[in-house]
C-alpha cells in the first residue's frame, strides 16, 4: 500500500602474485590480539518497529497525497455510477483535520488552501454533522449567485446552456435499479437497462459536463424543496454551492443542511480531495467465496476514468 537485509562480512581480498613481507607491513587497525576488528552488522527492525513504519508511511500518503473513496449513490449519475472506486488528490485545496485519517484535529486551520474551479468534482465532508464524506461537482464559488428556473441552471443571473444529448443507459445490476418504473428498458440484446434523459451544461469558463433531469415530476420531496426552481442564494466567503449531477436525485447545496438530507452550502475548509481518476468500478455481483465473480462483476470499460 519491505525486506530487510543483513549485511555480511566481506572477503578479504589476496595478491597471489606478491607476498607480503610481515616486517614492512604492520597491520594499522589490529586489535590487542592483532585480530581485525569485526565489521559493524546493521540491526534488523523487529516487526513492530516494521509495523508503525508502514502505518506511517500509509497515513502520510492518505493524507497528503491521494487517498481511495467508493461510490455509494447514483446523486452523480452519469459521471459517476455506484460502485465506482476512485482516486482523490488530496493537495489541490489544502489540508485541513478533515484530511487527516479518521479527522483527527491536528490542524486547527487550513494550511497551502487552494481555490476549487467551477466543474470540479470533490469529496468532502457534508455539513451539519461534518462527518460524513460526499461527492458532488462544484457550481457556485464565494461570491456568484447560484439559482435554479424550470430546471435550468442560472449563474450570476445567466442561464447555463443547457443541451439535450443522447440518453444515459445502464444496466440494471446489484448496484443498480431504475429511478422510475418509465425509465424501464432493455438493449439491443435484450438486457434490462434503465434509460435516462442526458443533457450537457456547458459553464462559463467552457467546462462542459453531463447532467441526468428527471423532469418537473421528479422534483418534489420530502422537505417540500421544488429542485428545479430555487430561490437565488448568493455565496458567501468561505463557501461553496454544490449539486450532484444527477439532478433528481442529489441532496445538495439546493436543500437546507440537514442531518441525512441536504448540505447547504459547504465550507471550503471540509474539502477532502479532487476527484482524478477512477481505479475500479463493479456492478456489485460479486461474491467472495466465488472467486470468479471478481471479474467478472468488474466494469472494465469504466477503470482509468479521469476528471
Known sequence: MTATMTDTPEN??????????PLLHTPLAAGADGAKPKKKERKEDSFPVFLIKLVLIVAFFRSFVFSPFNIPSESMLPRLENGDYLLAAKWPFGFSSYSLPFSVPLLPNRIFAGQPKRGDVVIFKAPPGNDVDYIKRVIGLPGDTVQV???????????VPKVKIADFVIPISANTNCARPDFESVDAKGNPVCKYPRFRETLPEGKSYDVLDFGAASTLNPWGVDADNTPPVIVPAGKLFMM????????DSRFPAVEGGGIGLVPQDNLVGRATIIMWSTDGSANWFLPWTWFTAARYDRIGGTF
Open 12 to 21: 578479504t581480498p589476496q595478491d597471489a602474485a606478491i607476498a607480503p613481507d
Open 149 to 159: 428556473i424550470g430546471g435550468q441552471l442560472h449563474l450570476n443571473g445567466v442561464p
Open 244 to 251: 450532484g449531477d444527477n439532478r433528481d436525485n442529489s441532496m
